[in-house]
């Protein structure tokens, strides 16, 4: 069935680059309809965002390491919903900090680093495919997402400033005005995540046509590399997930302007439908944030591991049921909500059989690095911790899924520790390690390995420095969202740890440092890279570093699966997918 | 370099007092929470075991396979029997916490509680508790979601005689080892009710009653009902005292409570 799909649409439409006239400066950078522009502008603008999520995060940090202190240098120069007179953070203005670090870190960030970066650049270059099915709905959704963008932020600037009721905004406080008293930003975080969710879902549905139909000659849905396969897997849950959350933002927003009730616990609503709606969306959406990640990772410890990846199929099956059983476990983010309490062993049950896949993957990057011979470029080295950060991840969420310790630790700093062992040390490492992999495709220069792996030596410890003694706080029963915590007796004693670790949070911020300042020097002043710099098999390295316009100069017939390395009988130690073995080489029938 | 962290921090801290035990849980002290905690103990050591295992032979493969001049990798694609093994023995070990972790929850949650359970009916609200407790029937009067507002906080039902005889309180007072079930209401939003030495959480919703909480203390001493649930602008300060004392104490404490308490509590017909 995958050979009748492949090749399906005409690829006469998009000749190769020498028969394009030259584009106007405007269609070529602005409204430009090329995949890999529009994932470079999805680069440079979620690598904003991640600046201003990073700093909202600083100042959460601070408030919890000096609760009542003036923020220093700017603090007289924030608005009043945020600061007091002197310059010190208000407890509203804090709930504010804490929900825009998290909207603007899973929507700005996470999500378009790994599926508009990453999705847009690869999957074409990817499948031998010269664009996406849809380039004109591809520069929508760019444009879409940035929109999205500037209206979250905007919140900034209204009466009351920030929507302060948490990323999982929970209803009757997010529906109520005189609840959580920030209307107007709170109606703006509707308005900002329905706009993102229309870039999502446009995303989306150009992935899975392009993936479906432009696959090459010979490309098998069995010889899509990881990546390829992670992001298809991925584009399927945001196709399904993605509306449910629009549906319910559109709602809320009624709620909170037009005095409907879904919501409210008068006049027949149900606050708790709010929490349904949500997780239904935002538990797939946790593995939407992590399965690309996945994908990106397993190719670049195969490519410098030098094997194949070990249990290819077992890899994708594995993706395919996390994907499954995603939307049965949203429940475990409601245990102590007042849900009917045999629904949560129900779905107690459900995530534990779904941690199976995620241990299953875990062996086999373990099996695709035995016998290796391992380089250990920046990129391998952040998708090495990856796997190590993702197993602390994994772990801690096992205590949680035990329904009667999570009762003890639901809404702590255990679940903040989780979450983003999961999302930095899993998604953003993964995403670190794939920036630094394909940057010279993207630039056609290379970037500093040096300067690479101080980065990733500060990324990794502070990363550690900051976040694992949080599930010692959660433990000593901190509470998430609280601005002060020495306000409480049980408290008062791990205030050092508070301390520790947002010093350790300046720190780990700074370390990004290193990072921008090589990226953007390599841009202009790298040395010039070529066009297979990592001895990679897959078709993206078959061409020049960038690729031209229109990708392949003739459209290539693929050969064999993805990660064909060290084959026996071969001189080198890689065997690209468009090149027919030689004779003389063994290569596994699998 | 984790593992040993992860190890120690555990390790050092454990059974030590609450004065220094700063990188641990705070003594455990209520009976569900003892029984709470050996299951976290034990999927501690068990997720610890996982963790050193997996990184210890992660981080020899690390340095076993480095590139080396003339040292080609092995060519394999991956072994059938392997992934079998590492998906049924991960399989077993989830369900069988599972079927552990669900039997506690059970036990926890589902039973009924011992016939002298004293109920307690709670509120929360922007941004605070109150508390009701039966009076002199020793049953808490009739209440009604439909009910609470501003002026009645706990939605009591005033044709229900027994009502009349509930009293309030800005305190939690409990009696040690005296089985407590509460019946949690919210007057605006959802409320966290947690508290972390009994290691019970719940939320309280506004629009229904959850009355299935329950818990004995069983140390006497002063702790803090916090709310763990988002709740408002003064959600970091919404906080009530939990005193757990002797059974004569509370005893005294409660008999002068419903003595004063039909005549001072907003329940009674005139003041409605």
Known sequence: ?590 | MLAALFLALGASAYGAPRTSGLWWMPDVASKSGEQIDQLTYFIYYLTGGVFILTQVVYIYFLIRYRARRGVRATYLHGDNRLELVWTAIPTAIFIGLWGYSNHLWWDVIHTESPKDTMEIAVTAYQFGFSFQYPGATGKLGRSDVKLISADNLFGNDQTDLATKEDFQSGVLELAVDKPVRIRLNSRDVIHGFYIPEFRIYQDAVPGRTIDWVWFIPTKTGSYQLACSQLCGSGHYNMKAQIEVVSQAEFDKWYKEKVAAGSASSGNSPASK
């Open chain 1, 1 to 590: 069935m995958a050979e009748t799909f492949a090749h399906t649409v005409p690829v006469e439409a998009h000749a190769p680059h020498a028969h394009h006239p030259e584009l106007s400066f405007f269609r070529k950078y602005i409204w430009s309809e090329d995949h890999k522009t529009i994932a470079l502008q999805y680069l440079f603008t979620s690598l904003f965002f991640l600046l201003v999520g990073g700093l909202l995060a600083m100042g959460v940090r601070f408030q919890l390491a000096f609760p009542g202190a003036p923020v220093p240098l700017i603090g007289t120069l924030l608005p009043s919903w945020l600061v007091t007179s002197a310059g010190a953070f208000q407890p509203g203005g804090y709930n504010g900090l804490v929900t825009m670090h998290a909207t603007v870190m899973v929507f700005l960030v996470i999500m378009p680093l790994l599926i508009g970066v990453f999705g847009n650049f690869l999957i074409p270059l990817k499948i031998g495919a010269p664009d996406m099915a849809f380039p004109f709905i591809n520069a929508l959704s760019y444009w879409l997402f940035l929109l999205s963008g500037i209206v979250l932020l905007s919140s900034f600037f209204v009466p009351a400033g920030f929507p302060a009721s948490g990323w999982t905004s929970y209803a009757p406080l997010s529906s109520h005005a005189q609840y959580n008293g920030t209307q107007a930003g709170q109606s703006v975080w509707c308005v900002g995540l329905f706009i993102n969710g229309l870039a999502s879902i446009a995303g989306a549905a150009n992935y899975i046509t392009t993936i479906i139909n432009m696959r090459a000659p010979g490309m098998k849905m069995f010889r899509l590399p990881l990546p390829v396969w992670a992001l298809f897997i991925t584009a399927i849950l945001l196709l399904l997930a993605v509306p449910v959350l629009s549906a319910a933002a559109a709602m809320l927003f009624c709620d909170l302007n037009f005095g409907t009730s879904f919501f409210s616990a008068s006049n027949y609503g149900q606050p708790l439908l709010w929490q349904h709606l949500f997780w239904f969306f935002g538990h797939p959406e946790v593995y939407i944030m992590i399965l690309p990640a996945m994908g990106l990772v397993s190719e670049i410890l195969a490519v410098n591991s030098r094997k194949p990846i070990f249990g290819y199929k077992a890899m994708v099956f594995a993706m395919v049921s996390i994907a499954v059983l995603g939307f049965i476990v949203w429940g475990h983010h409601m245990f102590v909500s007042g849900m009917n309490i045999l629904l949560s062993a129900t779905f107690s049950f459900s995530t534990m059989v779904i941690a199976v896949p995620s241990a299953i993957k875990t062996f086999n990057w373990m099996g695709t690095v035995w016998g290796g011979s391992i380089r250990y470029t920046t990129a391998m080295c952040f998708a090495l911790a990856f796997v190590s950060m993702f197993v602390i991840g994994g772990l801690s969420g096992i205590f949680m899924a035990a329904t009667p310790v999570d009762l003890f630790i639901h809404h702590t700093y255990f679940i903040v520790a989780h979450i983003h062992y999961v999302l930095f040390g899993g998604s953003l490492f993964g995403i670190f390690g794939a920036i630094y992999f394909w940057f010279p495709k993207m630039f056609g220069r290379m970037m500093n390995e040096t300067w690479g792996k101080i980065h990733f030596a500060l990324a990794f410890i502070f990363f550690n420095c900051t976040f694992f003694p949080m599930h010692n706080l959660g433990l000593n029963g901190m509470m998430r969202r609280i601005a002060d915590p020495m306000l409480y007796d049980h408290l008062q004693s791990s205030q050092p740890i508070n301390v520790f670790i947002s010093v350790s949070a300046f720190a780990l911020g700074l370390s990004t440092i290193p990072f921008l300042v090589n990226f953007f020097y390599s841009i202009f002043k790298g040395p010039k890279a070529p066009n297979n710099p990592w001895r990679s098999t897959t078709l993206e390295w078959t061409v020049p570093s960038p690729p031209g316009h229109g990708n392949f100069e003739t459209i290539p017939t693929v050969y064999h699966g993805p990660y064909e390395y060290s084959v026996p009988g071969m001189e080198e130690d890689y065997l690209p997918q468009n090149q027919p073995a030689p004779e003389t080489a063994r290569v596994a029938a699998h």
